[in-house]
């Protein structure tokens, strides 16, 4: 296919312009503030996958940020592969921590990228990642090669939980109709190890609040005498795990389905160095759940992590308050087959039971993500593995991913679609995290590979 | 004295109206943005010792904030008493809970204060009660019974642990001399009780910083695998004390006196009941070391409170990111005999000591205080004594305070002084919290109390 890469080639550092206007635009969904930029997006999105081909685009409104859906139908008899990607981002702070302006990309080459990486947020998760499917799609088209029917569906709201894509997905159920989901919001396990995600993590996300005197004390009048709720937060919080790393949340673990020996062997297998991991994060410990290694403990086993904690005077200087409230931001990591409503429930029940009399407390659930695993021996995963081998050179490992994307287990529901996780980013893109960014190298294998993808999917459908 | 109380009565709403302009000024020691203010502050308290009838007042400049001295010296062979007050005040957030404008102040009657009470930042800590020693100052030289010489030292630093303090009395000390500091910075047992702070803890304030991985993580790719500072500061903060509420810093309860069988019982027969306690501050129930009534665990026992918790994403929504860092503002008032700097350390060396390898961890000091106890025989208790007899027609109570004034001790360090703590407030007037609030009773209490111990002080020191 080298008329493809010659493409590319030729076009290449326009796809690179064009991502870095797109990064330009502030579209934090988690955020009021950036509700325009948020739109700005969209119409952007929507611009860019008309001029791509698309026979026709549409910003389709939602309850919150719409979808951009778009679609190009070249025989009914073709297979349809259903690209799924977003366009939101996640907050830039603590912006003090980034080395240039979170929404002010910059290329800069770094050691493990001679060639350069995009810095700005969403480099990577998930403009970066999203937008080779839109160059990808151009170039297959503006080559003649494409070998699938295509449809788009770019939403704004994955970094909020996708709340409104489920009514989405009801209400657009006829249009969506496809043979296979693909998205590209995944990591490789390094730039030469190529990898497909066969498996994701649930998330089951809550804010807990606890409320001690009904209102700020002088820690001196009253302190000793009344129980302060950052103490007895810090308290609780400490109780939520044992000296083991295992979560002590009633029923946490009943539905955790074991993970088998050949697939655990297969993991242990996988190139990996911890000496290099804890160097790369500035530690000199990792730590987590007795019996497990570092990739186990990141891919196949469930989590508790506070995400944020605050109260009582947090600003310059010292205050001697015994304040009323203090609060956190809990996330659950889940494996199959835990469920976020599930281990949200029994969270809150949980978390209300080892209360002290001397405090109340409330949870707040927010979003949850189901976990899911995606078969090695389908189709979708052969093609996904062929496309990749083909771009570099060998063939990829499968394996277990930590993070969350909880519309794929959405998408078979709704859909009744298998997805393929075929991502291009990396574990040391800081994602979520100040100076995200993302590889040229990344970007430009992502596209050489999607193309294949369609190509070799095609061959296995018309069989 | 009759003539004093016409005066008084006179004058009281002029008084109060003074008062509520000092109030609007909001000097915030503790927060650089309001820099100008506290200075304004300084010249508006020298402005009302000038217009009150002192021969000078000055503006004295430290590497911090100014200290306003004045005197009137009316007698070399009279004795001298020393008034000590503050300026400066707490910040006032959390703003949004204040019902009405921290720095407008309003007067408002409440079930506690029929006769009104001023609700502002200051009110009673310390501009309100400073100020009664302004306005008894003017009473006693315009009705012409002033008894004593007086020197007055107004600080604007004590929100933030005086730090130049010392410095100014070493070079200040020939210019401070008296016989007796007076201090009108703590609370009656209520309105009907009148009390004499006998006691009062000290103060050790630190910063802890708990960093693991050198960036924000993404919690889904690196949960479970690394240590969450959070969680770990969580688990650090709930084993610095055990369940019977005693604090596990090595060594912290060595130097702590143990307080007389007669003191423990005197403590026990102040009027107090705790399921009014409890119902003030809207808890179910009380908390503190096991052994000690409440009234104990708040004066005479040495605590542990957080007084602020922060770390990884508090903003709106969800973000789920294992951070770098957490941190936590932590105080522990003391008893005699602990020392501040003792304890700070002890806490340091206790604190980096059960980190575990997986984070490391920064303990950073802020301002201390010595704990002080002021003797009940002698000629400044035993005038106090009087001076509220008068003033409330029954004999106050001596009473341990739970808070902090760390220059008592400074005072009898450095210029061999005993201060007597006559202070007004009520433990319900929510200093250091929102809707800070001072009675006009027990403002106009002061203001009628001070001449009397003057005159009473006059008495004992003459004979």
Redesign the interface.
């Known amino acids: 296919m080298s008329t493809l890469n010659e493409y590319i080639s030729k076009n290449f550092d326009r796809f690179t312009d064009e991502l870095i206007e797109l990064l330009k635009i502030p579209s934090v969904s ?3 503030a950036y509700k325009d930029d948020v739109h700005n997006c969209a119409a952007f999105i929507k611009e860019s996958l008309e001029k791509a081909g698309v026979d026709k685009a549409e910003i389709v409104p939602t309850k919150g940020y719409p979808v951009v859906y778009g679609e190009k139908i070249i025989d009914p008899k073709l297979p349809t592969v259903l690209v799924y990607g977003h366009y939101d981002v ?2 830039a ?2 912006v003090e ?1 980034w080395d240039s302006p979170a929404f002010e990309p910059v290329i800069k080459k770094t050691e493990l990228h001679p060639e350069g990486a995009i810095f700005a947020r969403g480099a990577c998760d998930d403009k970066g990642q999203m937008y080779m499917h839109v160059k990808a799609f151009e170039t297959m088209v503006k080559t003649d090669t494409l070998a699938c029917n295509v449809k788009f569906m770019i939403e704004g709201e994955e970094e ?2 996708s709340e409104n894509l489920a009514h989405f997905l009801k209400a657009e159920k006829e249009r969506l109709a496809a043979d296979v989901i693909l998205v590209s919001d995944t ?1 490789l396990v390094s730039k030469d190890v190529p990898s497909i995600t066969t498996g994701l ?1 649930g ?1 089951s ?1 809550v ?1 807990v609040e606890v409320t ?17 709720p ?2 007895v ?3 609780m ?3 939520l ?1 044992d000296e083991d790393g295992r979560i002590t949340v009633e029923g946490f673990y009943d539905n955790v389905q074991m993970v088998s020996h050949e697939e655990r062997k297969a993991m242990s297998e996988i190139p990996f160095s911890e000496e290099d991991y804890k160097k790369k ?9 007795k019996g497990y290694s ?2 186990e ?2 891919s196949i ?23 009323s409230k ?4 809990i ?1 659950m ?1 889940l494996v199959p087959n835990q469920g976020p409503d599930e281990i949200t429930e029994k969270f809150k029940k949980h978390f209300e039971k080892i209360a ?4 109340s407390v409330k949870v707040t659930p ?2 949850g993500g189901e976990p899911a695993v995606i078969p090695v021996d389908s189709d979708e995963y052969r093609a996904a593995s062929k496309a990749m081998e083909a771009a570099f050179g060998k063939e990829p490992v499968p394996a277990r ?4 994307i909880p519309i794929v287990s959405l998408f078979e529901k709704v859909l009744g679609l298998k997805t393929v996780l075929m991502g291009f980013g990396l ?1 040391t893109d ?6 995200e960014h993302y590889g040229l190298f990344n970007y430009r294998k992502g596209i050489e590979t999607i193309p294949q993808f369609f190509a070799e999917y095609a061959k296995l459908k018309n069989n």
Chains 1, 2 share one sequence.
């Open positions: 988690a955020d009021p996640q907050p702070d603590p921590l909020v939980g990591a993590r998330l996300y804010e001690g005197p009904n209102r700020d004390l002088h820690s001196g009048v009253y302190g000793g005498a009344v129980a302060n950052i103490n937060l810090c308290d919080i400490a109780s795990q994060l500035g530690i000199k410990e990792v730590k987590g759940e570092t990739i403990r990141a086993r469930p989590t508790l992590d506070v995400n944020g904690i605050w109260g009582g005077y947090i600003g310059e200087g010292a205050k001697t308050v015994l304040p203090a609060y956190a931001k996330s990591r002290p009399d001397y405090v927010h979003h991913g930590g993070g969350s574990d800081a994602i979520h995290s100040p100076n």
